[in-house]
């Protein structure tokens, strides 16, 4: 006979597998949530991102104003929020010339995005590519 019933035995295994995966479904919501709120004061001015702005060194604004030549100021907005969302998360982990490879890189991410929006697409639109194949010939 076994020394524990076969329902502990089984409610132990699940509460180890619900660890292995590296949080339970409760840290998941509590993530998501995070993330959601994130996502919608991206858009905003939000104070405690006061202080990844505040760290640009002058020579990095003047690299900034090159960068952002010709764009709108939606897209300039669109920059400074995503670099200080990056700031804000990352910032203390950064050299920087890693804060200027990531200015140069959402900026120009930032660039051909502006080229592709204008573009109106619907839902039955075809692709603009297919793919083809082409079999072999046998002999």
């Not at 006979?1 to 619900?18: D, G, I, N, R």
């Not at 020579?59 to 995503?82: P, R």
């Not at 592709?116 to 639109?125: S, W, Y």
């Amino acid at each position: 006979m076994a020394s524990k019933p076969e329902w502990s035995a089984m409610k132990e295994k699940k509460a180890v597998s619900a660890k292995a995966g590296g949080f339970g479904r409760r840290e998941f919501g509590q993530r998501a949530a995070l993330a959601l709120t994130g996502a919608a004061l991206a858009g905003t001015h939000f104070s405690g991102f006061a202080h990844a702005s505040a760290i640009t060194s002058a020579s990095g604004l003047a690299d900034q104003q090159e960068d952002t030549q010709g764009l709108s100021s939606k897209a300039q907005a669109e920059i400074e929020a995503k670099l200080q969302h990056i700031f804000a998360t990352y910032g203390s982990r950064l050299n920087d010339d890693q804060r200027k490879l990531l200015r140069r890189t959402v900026t120009y991410h930032v660039r051909m995005l502006e080229a592709v929006r204008p573009i109106a697409v619907a839902n039955g639109d075809p692709p603009a590519t297919v793919l083809k194949l082409v079999g072999r010939k046998t002999p």
